[in-house]
């Protein structure tokens, strides 16, 4: 028997500009990326929530789900802190997951420009 616990997995990405393609794509890009890194399928998903910086306007990351296939997992959009120097144009993602594999095992992908908010860990 297989044991599976829910585990949180993290990612994050940048857009080069406030367009609402740009987002739907990256945000897509991100999601695949955390999907295939750890195994994922959809069924796999507990929910979603995503976070955008003050200066996204143009769509909901969450939409880039729902245009994906995912239907059945709960979406959530919200603001990102604006704090001085942080990352411009940049969308969050944390994901609650069923899986197998130990934390440790777990991939976070941190794309494009996110990359440097965690260099720590392995791409």
């Known amino acids: 028997m297989v044991v599976r616990d829910v585990a949180a997995l993290r990612g994050a990405t940048t857009l080069d500009h406030d367009d609402r393609d740009e987002v739907l794509a990256r945000t897509e890009e991100l999601m695949l990326a955390m999907f295939e890194r750890n195994g994922l399928a959809e069924q796999d998903i507990v929910s979603l929530v995503f976070t955008a910086t003050d200066d996204i306007h143009s769509a909901f990351p969450a939409e880039a789900a729902r245009v994906a296939g995912i239907t059945n997992v709960p979406l959530l959009c919200a603001r990102e802190l604006d704090i001085e120097g942080g990352i411009e144009r940049c969308i969050r993602v944390l994901a609650h997951v069923w899986t197998d594999r130990p ?21």
């Open 103 to 123: 934390r440790s095992e777990l991939r976070h992908p941190y794309l494009r420009g996110a990359r440097q908010l965690r260099t720590d860990l392995p791409e």
